[in-house]
């Protein structure tokens, strides 16, 4: 039998008006309330010191004895509980009907909240569809939800009129208490209104403890009632509360949240409060208004300032809060909703007209049924894009990067440290990597480094812009690092909050901002892909049919990138790699190692020839090698805590809370196999570390000799360590539902751990990017010889440092990225060297006449000039100055000059490069994903969603 055939039950229905200086509206809403077709049982007035003749209004229409007289500091929760106090039971299911007194309901609105009553016995609550008071075609509420940072949304467009769109009886998170019709029981169940919410959002709170305890709440748009809104409107002082309206609403809503989401996502929700709470506090005063700012502020402090009050209303809201969550999360405003609003402001702002706090409503929200339940569903793509942990990461690491990076953005040129300052664009780079003979510099016939090909490729996505493809590798670093990190661990680290964790740690290492502030493009590209690595590596010792070969050509091609940045990533991880070939002795696993590690070869094969021809050169990275840019003695605790040294370091105890998590996991007695793995790729990587620091090494043009950077193998290091912290810390997610002392562990572990990517990005925001890195940096070929280059002259540019007088011969214009990694002819090195100083020195003429063999036309001193180098290149007879000043100074050869020759180059280089080129496609395709529902060897294989099986046994 369907419940529209049971029989009726009998209701009794007490109307409760509560009036507070409303005698403007009351009049009508008692002539309502009398006029129902379906008339009340009892009616009773409550007076809140009206001083403009309410209570009199009440009395004459009620009469004296059904009128209660209360202080005008009552609250509207106070105003009812008082009332239901002092009345006896009803006979029957007694109902309380809620009436503010700037609220007319329709003379039908009783009987089609009743009616509505009848067909669903689980409803508890009731409201009706409200419109304007003035303006009585403009809908109000058709129902109220909330998204998690307390944002009000009632789903309606701005002055939207009511033409029937939304007619029919719906589910929903909350109704007004202007019109509220409540079951006597279920009020007595969840204990009335909450005395802290004296006004605003008090039956948001009600209603969702009425779902949270098993009933329903609904909106019935048959019952209409015209709402003057007068307390929302300023229509009449409000005297209830001492704080202004606007902060009590936001304190108040951020209450209710914070109150009754079970614990997990009211942590996801205090996060975003205050990134929310920051960004509007910030918009606020962008648009010069403070007293708005002030209150948010101060909103959010008196929720957070009081964690004992908060404790205690959700110790009283605890019963049926998890176990109901379910139902009221459908009914929470989705997340792309509030995204598009957040849109909304923004261009409201950037159009002028500056950011106006919003009703909170949007238009891009439907509804559906699904098991009696109406769910809320965002109608665009925002919601899956912006809802996803992993984006949201991005965004927040971004925010702290574009804060921190604060004085590199908007600048004219990016360079400094290791980078090459960015000229040209992906034309340029694609010249410079497919030329058989560089005439850069003295002039080369050796292999361009293949990252040149990454760059120019990158480029060209970008629109040919260089520059902004080397600020989306080394500038977005961290937080490409933190959503590659999060992305690459989904089949691994169960839980989303540990891989959050995890994710975040990882991109805010002291490798990253050590990465950023000295300009290190080649360790930026090997710390964004080294999670992938890890990932793609279990897939592959896996060994779980065509799905782990896929795994091994994918590795291959991504190795080969991070290796032609920086070609120590290739031996350390062919060590690991060969260490977990022999460990994990499964089938097909061998292979798939030799296809892993065989790709980059295949890639870069000319170029590791001309690399291993100079071993040193494998601890370099992608750009130059200065003496400044490492620390010659770096000390063990600085290694140990993963600090690689150099400009841009955190202090040491920063990364304190992540080594305490990774020790932590040593006590715990499961997963002990991949504990062992895990700290033996870290111990790896932190002995790696020491060798690298303590090796001294030969930039490419000779002109620096020192300890090469550890950042690589100490990435590696943290790498395996996080690992391990995130693979246990299901054992604390034990302890913390255990209690007691387990409890009290679990959440020391966990705050200590969240200390870590906490404390380094608030050192990193508030410090900024401290290296020689500059998104300004100067032109060093001077104007004068630049417009006299057009020819092809050669420039040679002389800087003095602390370790003596270096050189470098620019050709019309500065350095592509690129152009440093290429190794000169050594005999040519040599010999323009010995010129070059003895041009400072002040020997003969015979240094003028090297330099005019290969091709160099101009002598430019970089500042600082010292009297003594200016002197002697002026009593050079063989040089004219033409330019000398504190910042320049510029001399001209006056003998003519040679043009070298162009060799051919070597015949091999156009064949590699089309061999090249049929690699790539082939290892491309074949590492491309193919189907996912099975595979030709008959083997199922596995979703990516799911975690892959473990390697050994626990």
């Known amino acids: 039998m369907s419940s529209t055939d049971s029989p009726r039950l009998h209701h009794s229905v007490t109307a409760i008006v509560v009036s507070h200086d409303g005698a403007r509206w009351l009049g009508e809403t008692l002539d309502a309330l009398l006029a129902q077709t379906r008339p009340v049982d009892r009616a009773v007035g409550v007076d809140n010191g009206s001083r403009d003749g309410s209570a009199a209004l009440l009395t004459g229409v009620l009469g004296p004895k059904a009128v209660l007289t209360l202080p005008r500091s009552t609250s509207f929760g106070q105003a009812v509980a008082k009332v239901l106090d002092r009345l006896g039971p009803a006979g029957g299911r007694e109902w309380i009907w809620l009436l503010h007194d700037d609220c007319a309901p329709d003379a039908n609105a009783l009987q089609a909240l009743l009616h509505a009553a009848d067909a669903d016995p689980k409803a508890g609550v009731l409201g009706p569809k409200l419109r304007d008071w003035l303006d009585r075609r403009i809908l109000l509420e058709i129902g109220v939800t909330v998204d998690r940072t307390g944002r009000r949304d009632t789903g309606l467009e701005a002055r939207e009129f009511d033409q029937g769109q939304y007619d029919g009886v719906r589910d929903v998170l909350s109704v007004s208490s202007a019109g509220m019709l409540i079951r006597r029981d279920v009020w007595d169940e969840v204990g009335g209104l909450d005395p802290f919410l004296p006004l605003f959002r008090d039956d948001l709170d009600l209603c969702w403890r009425v779902r949270a305890a098993g009933h329903r709440v609904q909106n019935v748009t048959q019952a209409v009632a015209w709402h003057a809104e007068a307390a929302t409107r300023r229509r009449r002082r409000i005297v209830v509360s001492g704080d202004h309206p606007r902060r009590l609403d936001r304190r108040n809503a951020i209450f209710v949240v914070m109150a009754n989401l079970p614990f997990w996502p009211l942590m996801w929700a205090l996060v975003r409060n205050l990134a929310g709470s920051t960004f509007r506090t910030l918009l606020f005063l962008m648009a010069k208004r403070p007293a708005d700012a002030l209150d948010e502020i101060v909103a959010l402090g008196s929720v957070l300032g009081h964690p004992r009050r908060m404790t205690k209303a959700r110790r009283a809201r605890a019963k049926g809060r998890k176990q109901n969550h379910a139902a009221v999360r459908r009914l929470l405003t989705p997340p792309g909703a509030g995204y598009r609003r957040l849109s ?38 925002m919601q899956r894009v912006f809802g996803n942990p992993g984006v949201l990461l991005f965004l927040a690491l971004a925010v702290v990067t574009l804060i921190a990076e604060r004085g590199l953005i908007g600048g004219t040129r990016l360079g400094g440290g290791a980078l090459v300052p960015v000229i040209g664009g992906s034309s340029d780079l694609w010249d410079l990597y497919l030329e058989g003979y560089h005439q850069a510099g003295l002039g080369s016939d050796a292999w361009a480094p293949p990252y040149v090909a990454v760059l120019a490729a990158l480029s060209t996505v970008l629109l040919g812009k260089t520059w902004l493809a080397v600020s989306v590798l080394l500038l977005g670093s961290v937080p490409l690092a933190g959503f590659s990190a999060y992305v690459a661990t989904r089949s691994m680290i169960p839980g989303r909050w540990t891989r959050i964790w995890l994710a975040s740690s990882y991109a805010l290492l002291p ?114 090698h200065q003496l400044a840019l490492v620390d010659a003695a770096l000390p063990a605790q600085s290694l140990l805590t993963l600090s690689p040294g150099g400009p841009g370091m955190p202090p040491l105890w920063v990364t304190g809370g992540l080594i305490s998590a990774c020790l932590a996991a040593l006590l715990m007695r499961r997963n002990r196999m991949v504990i062992a793995i895990g700290w033996g790729v870290a111990l790896f990587g932190v002995l790696v570390a020491v060798l690298v620091s303590r090796t001294p090494v030969t930039s490419l043009n000779g002109d620096a000799v ?7 193998p100490l990435a590696f290091a943290a790498t395996g360590m996080l690992v391990v912290a995130a693979l246990t810390a299901d054992r604390i997610v034990e302890f913390r539902a255990a209690g007691g002392l387990r409890r009290l562990t679990a959440f020391a572990v966990v705050a200590i751990a969240f200390s870590t990517p906490l404390l380094a990005a608030g050192m990193w925001v508030v410090k900024g990017v401290q290296g020689p890195i500059s998104g300004n940096v100067p032109d060093v070929l001077p104007a004068l010889a630049a417009v006299n280059s057009r020819g092809g002259e050669r420039t040679l540019l002389l800087r003095t440092r602390q370790d003596g007088l270096t050189f470098t011969v620019l050709r019309g214009r500065l350095p592509l990225i690129g152009e440093s990694d290429i190794p000169m002819r050594q005999a040519a090195r040599e010999r323009v060297g010995v010129a070059a100083a003895g041009l400072v020195s002040g020997r003969g003429a015979d240094d003028a006449d090297v330099l005019a063999t290969y091709g160099v036309q101009f002598v430019a001193v970089a500042p600082p000039i010292s009297p003594e180098i200016s002197h002697a290149l002026d009593s050079q007879p063989a040089l004219a100055r033409m330019s000398l000043s504190r910042t320049l100074g510029v001399w001209r050869l006056t003998q003519p000059i040679a043009t070298p020759p162009v060799p051919a180059g070597d015949p091999w280089h156009d064949r590699w490069l089309w061999a090249q080129a049929a690699i790539l496609l082939v290892v491309s395709v074949l590492a491309a994903p193919g189907s996912r529902s099975g595979s030709a060897d008959g083997h199922t294989l596995q979703d990516p969603s799911e975690p892959v099986r473990e390697l050994a046994p626990r």
């Open 344 to 381: 909304d402001r923004l261009q409201s702002y950037l159009a002028g007209t500056g950011f106006v706090e919003s009703a909170g409503r949007h238009h891009a929200v439907t509804s559906s049924q699904e098991d009696g339940e109406e769910l809320l569903t965002d109608a665009g793509g």
């Open 706 to 712: 020192a300890p090469a950077w550890p950042g690589v």
């Open 511 to 624: 490798v990253a901002t050590g990465v950023v502030a000295a300009g290190r493009l080649g360790t930026a590209v090997v710390f964004v892909l080294l999670p992938l690595y890890a990932a793609l590596a279990t897939t592959l010792l896996a060994g779980d049919g065509r799905r782990a070969r896929r795994a091994a050509w994918g590795l291959g091609l991504l190795l080969a990138v991070g290796t032609a940045f920086a070609p120590l990533v290739y031996p350390l991880t062919l060590v690991l790699g060969a260490l977990a070939a022999l460990a994990f002795p499964r089938r097909g696993v061998a292979l798939s190692v030799v296809i892993a590690f065989g790709v980059p070869v295949a890639l870069l094969f000319p170029w590791l020839v001309q690399v291993l021809g100079d071993p040193g050169r494998l601890l370099l990275e992608a750009g130059l």
